[in-house]
């Protein structure tokens, strides 16, 4: 079967967490309940999953079955102290909200651990996923980086990767040119 036909297979899964991670956010770095979330969702994987000691993050390393250097995979997965007014049937309904889209980094990520543990062998190098709390604040970087997330493949990352999502944005909308630096 091809990494598509995989990806496809397992969107109904991540379309499922990804509406259960919306209806349940936490906010800052004690996110317990998502943190178990992800752990589950994750169960099954060929992957080495370290817990955070002063915040709930996970951090799970996937060793490739090829030599290769380490890249970096990194997914927000806090909310905001908003009170969601969406209708959605998935809708938070305990004062916070994913208005930024964590939930569906979360989901993503988990995505990405799975498809490519079922691909453990092509892989070469390793995978580094950053499930991190307090991107909104208090800033759940820093205590990751002091817990040794850029060593958690025995090797720091050659190249770390993130993404955003942003409200609005259909998948054929033009994204805007970066035009460098200004003074």
Known sequence: MSF??????????????????????????????TQRQVLEALDGCDL??????????????LRGGRPGPAVLL??????????????????STNGAMHACGHDLHTAGL?????????????????????FQPGEESPGGAAPMIEEGVLNAAGERPVAAYGIHVSPGCSPTAQAPSWRGPTT
């Open 4 to 33: 598509l036909e995989d990806a496809q297979l397992l969107q109904p899964e991540l379309v499922e967490l990804r509406r259960r991670l919306h209806a349940h956010p936490e906010l800052g770095n004690d996110l317990p309940w």
């Open 48 to 61: 080495e999953i370290t817990l955070g000691r002063s915040l709930s993050s996970v951090v799970a390393v």
């Open 74 to 91: 990194r997914g927000d997965m806090d909310g905001l102290p908003i009170e969601e007014q969406t209708g959605l049937d998935f809708a």
């Open 110 to 130: 988990v995505g990405a651990a799975r498809l490519l543990s079922a691909r453990r062998e092509e892989l070469p190098g390793s995978v580094v996923f950053m």
